[in-house]
């Protein structure tokens, strides 16, 4: 008979074995990298100057549609606005917009769900019905319904985004808080005694939070995504404002004679959202015990 502990099997009967080795804690490549990249967008967000000294919004008649080279190194839009200086700091209004949307849709997702999970079967009935009818329909096509009623603009796109994302949040929320609830620890603390609020606060809201961080992490990708995209529609700031969807939506119109125009921002869409899955991903598979990938 042997009891395994933290990977070392320790004989109790006097068997002698080998101790298994588990690997842990390896840095991989595919996280590895996301978290360069990221760092790298949260210098562009933070101190764009570092990376793109220029001003993103001066014109230059003379260097109109300029291709990449030595003077812009991803050449110049219709305008003869420095291509590379505008994804860079287009990055602070990109990421700004999909962390707000996040944290609007975990805040409101966090305490509709423990309300659901904590109440009795009539209220939890009526919020849990109403997290799935916001979660059919398409987090686009939702956050199109709430900007076509209160107009477009970038608190109009933060708050559709948040609204739309929030049903994930908020069944994630009440599913672990229908677990807790009756957990042992839970229903001792009932025995003895201890008021509500603390229970909630104490007990119940700490052991409920354990997958958010790693939920929140992917959906910002998705925030990002869904930010670029409602904006290349004209749903998020307004030109000259150097959005990267809204620069999709400039670029589109110059495939022909500037496909640059459109290909950084799109790369740097397409980086962030990967990075973000690929970090959220690997974060999960060990909240969960498995090995990451």
Not at 33 to 59: M, N, Q
Not at 68 to 84: Q, Y
Not at 277 to 289: E, S
Request: net charge positive.
């Amino acid at each position: 008979m042997t009891v395994t502990l933290t990977g070392t099997t320790v004989p109790v009967d006097g068997e002698a074995r080998s101790p298994i080795v588990r690997p842990r804690g390896r840095l991989r490549p595919g996280p590895l990298t996301a978290g360069a990249y990221l760092i790298l967008l949260i210098v562009a967000v933070v101190r764009p100057g570092l990376l793109a000294p220029g001003d993103p919004l001066a014109a230059d008649p003379l260097a109109v549609l300029s291709p990449p080279g030595a003077a812009h190194w991803f050449g110049t839009d219709h305008l003869g606005r420095d291509v590379w200086t505008r994804v860079v700091h287009g990055a602070g209004h990109s990421l700004t917009i999909g962390l707000a949307a996040t944290a609007i849709a975990v805040t409101a997702g966090v305490l509709l769900g423990l309300l659901a999970g904590l109440a009795h079967r009539i209220a939890d009935e009526a919020l849990s019905r109403s997290f799935d009818a916001l979660s059919a329909f398409p987090m686009l096509l939702l956050a199109l319904l709430f900007i076509a009623v209160a107009g477009p603009g970038t608190t109009s796109l933060i708050i559709a985004i948040g609204i739309a994302t929030l049903p994930h949040h908020a069944r994630v929320v009440r599913a672990q808080t229908l677990l807790v609830r009756r957990a042992e620890f839970v229903e001792q603390a009932v025995t003895f005694g201890l008021s509500r609020t603390r229970l909630v606060t104490r007990h119940v809201l700490p052991n409920v939070l354990g997958p958010i961080p790693v939920l929140a992490v992917i959906g910002l990708g998705e925030a990002v995504l869904a930010a670029s995209g409602l904006s290349f529609l004209g749903m998020g700031p307004q030109p000259p404002s150097p959005e990267w969807g809204a620069m999709l939506s400039e670029g589109r119109n110059y495939l022909q004679v500037g496909w640059w125009i459109s290909i950084l921002p799109g790369a740097a869409i397409t980086l962030t959202v990967v990075a973000l899955t690929v970090l959220g991903r690997h974060w999960q598979a060990r909240f969960d015990g498995r090995q990451p990938r």
